[in-house]
């Protein structure tokens, strides 16, 4: 029984992914530590790992400078496209990256790095896999000499197979890259075997190496299908729809390629035209084909003519306007213009009667104006003081002023003896100040005095809740307060302000202020009422309420009725004011006229 041996590695680095198993024609394994049978890959891994041990040793013997000249190397634009985006960018690295390639070619080790040119792409290729043998040949060779050509495979797959071939070994020595065919049988059936019809696709990898600097270029896949005869062939014929419109590579017409083959197609569009899709609808360009039958591809191009949209505001401060920019022929363009605050919009210079938002069609540049016109307007000054005796304002405060549009004035607040200037009402501290009237003006000037108020507070009912913020203050200050209510009572009103919330801002006047907040239960009971008799009148203020809440009952007479009195209190008025403590019925009593 024949057993073949084979190990993956990581491509130019050495490192092993570990001990793999490799099935031959018998679907035998056998793991890649053992040695017997032909020369498998984990001997080729051997010599990879050999070769970066020894470069590695030599990268420790090269001086300081050096080194230094590696790691400049390596951190220029040449060096990060050689090591890529992932690899570190160090001299390293650089040093293990082309000398490998310089040292497996057959050359000596760089003591210092290499002017960088790059490495041409590999022209496309046909790999014909018979029952006689493997062969790969370039379709052409490269444009520059002295470049070797590279290839790695994988064992032959089945047709369902999906492995990638980004893991494959290095078949045989690099090759003078030329357009002749390369004979492979024996280099690949050492490694893998036969090709048979059971696993009969063979996928194969393969780049160029330049053996003087160690650079390689991109690489390229190829797959080839076992066939009983020299191949079978098919034909790819490319075309475009107009050729004024643009080209095709490969050339318009008709190229033979061997089953399995992978060609890549790419449109190029003339000056004036863009490519639009392929005859199969795909828009891919380029775009890489498998020939497993004969197919057509025509390239399809449409006109790019480009037109530049200006569209421009007059005068400059009267708005914004969008819309402008590089359209393609035919394209339409969405103009729109948004007049500032202090002008109208009135029109565009070709077509006043147009909107402030229109669609054109762009078939030429061209240049749109909008329209704006200052609106004539007034604007209204209102200052204020935080206390009358605080002191006064020019212009005077609550007394209202008008600018026109655009003017600008001086305010200033004027403090009283014993106080000073502390800020508008907008936070700006600026006194004198100049002001610009594009809008109206309500500003109130803040002034502290250099003597204190107390502020204090009173709850009802008592224990219901507290009131934080108060103490002593500058008169003038703003002070906040907020009522805050103990467990199961709420916040009612306030005595001297019942439509202020809970937290409510003032400022302190000379005398201070004691103020006195409300709680009720967080409990409710119900107000009902009744008439006696029943169409003599009407109550109102009835409803559910919080306990301890005051409401206001009022009994309203009907026509030919007049109010009389209260069930529940004899000279209590028609309208009467009532605390809420329990449900409660009130009995409006009425006469007869």
């Known amino acids: 029984m024949r057993y073949k041996t084979s190990i993956a590695f990581q491509e130019l680095n050495g490192s092993a992914k570990g001990v793999t198993a490799s099935r031959n024609a018998s679907g035998t394994y056998l793991q890649s530590r053992s040695r017997g049978g032909r ?76 002017m960088l040119c790059g490495v041409e792409s590999p022209a496309d290729a046909q790999l014909f896999v018979t029952g006689d043998g493997i062969s790969l040949e370039l379709d052409h060779a490269p444009e520059l000499g002295g470049l070797k050509l590279v290839v790695m495979a994988i064992g032959p797959q089945s047709m369902g197979a999906v492995k990638p071939a980004g893991k494959g070994a290095m078949l045989g020595d690099a090759k003078d890259a030329d357009d002749e065919a390369f004979d492979l049988t024996d280099e690949y059936v050492a490694k893998y075997g036969s090709v048979t019809e059971g696993m009969p696709r063979v996928i194969m990898r393969y780049f160029l190496v330049d053996s003087e600097t ?19 062939r098919y034909t790819l014929t490319t075309g475009v729809d107009d050729a004024d419109h643009g080209s095709v590579s490969p050339a318009a017409g008709e190229h033979e390629y061997n089953a399995g083959a992978q060609v890549t197609v790419e449109a190029t569009a003339a000056e004036g035209y863009a490519f639009d899709s392929w ?3 795909s828009t891919e360009n380029p ?74 069609t762009v078939d030429a540049d061209a240049s749109y104006t909008a329209l704006f016109r200052l609106r004539e307007s007034t604007h209204k000054l209102m200052l204020h003081t935080n206390l009358e005796t605080a002191g006064t304002t020019i212009p005077e405060p609550d007394v209202e002023k008008e600018y026109n549009d655009g003017d600008e004035d001086e305010i200033e607040a004027y403090p009283a003896s014993d106080y000073h200037f502390v800020k508008w009402s907008d936070g700006n501290t600026s006194n004198p100040r100049m002001m610009v009237y594009d809008h109206d003006v309500e500003l109130t000037a803040i002034m502290e005095s250099e003597f204190e108020a107390n502020v204090g507070a009173e709850v009802f009912p008592a224990n219901s809740g507290d009131v934080t913020g108060t103490g002593s203050y500058p008169v003038g200050r703003k002070v906040t307060v907020t009522a805050e209510p103990e467990d199961e009572f709420i916040f009612d009103h306030w005595e001297d302000d019942e439509t202020a919330g809970a937290t409510r801002e003032f400022y302190l006047g000379e005398d201070g202020v004691n103020l006195k907040a409300y709680f009720v239960s967080e409990y409710e009971a119900v107000i009902s009422a009744e008439c006696s008799p029943e169409d003599g009148g009407s109550v109102s203020g009835t409803g559910t309420f919080n306990i301890g809440k005051q409401i206001t009952l009022e009994a309203i007479a009907e026509d030919g009725y007049e109010f009389d009195h209260w069930e529940d209190d004899d000279e209590a008025p028609a309208r009467r004011t009532v605390t809420v403590e329990e449900d409660t019925c009130f009995t409006a009593v009425f006469r007869e006229l």
Not at 217 to 226: A, F, M, P, Y
């Open 39 to 114: 020369r498998g890959a984990s001997d080729g891994q051997s010599e990879v790992r050999a070769l970066f041990h020894q470069l590695q040793k030599s990268w420790k013997e090269l001086k300081e400078d050096e080194r230094r000249l590696w790691q400049t190397a390596a951190e220029s634009a040449q060096g990060r496209r050689v090591l890529g985006q992932s690899a570190k960018l160090t001299g390293g690295n650089l040093y293990l990256r082309l000398n490998f390639w310089v040292v497996r070619l057959g050359g000596s080790a760089l003591t210092e790095p290499p």
């Open 214 to 232: 160690g650079e390689k270029s991109l690489e390229k896949t190829v797959c080839g299908i076992l066939s009983a005869g020299p191949g079978t």
């Open 279 to 281: 005859s199969d609808g």
């Open 287 to 360: 775009k890489t084909v498998v020939m497993n039958a004969d197919l057509t591809l025509t390239a399809q191009f449409v006109v790019d003519m480009r037109h530049t949209v200006t569209v421009v505001a007059s005068p400059t401060a009267g708005g914004t306007v969008s819309g402008g920019g590089s359209y393609n022929h035919g394209d339409t363009a969405t103009l729109k213009a948004v007049a500032d605050r202090r002008y109208d919009f009135i029109g565009w210079a070709d077509d006043e009667t147009a909107g402030a938002t229109r669609t054109v």
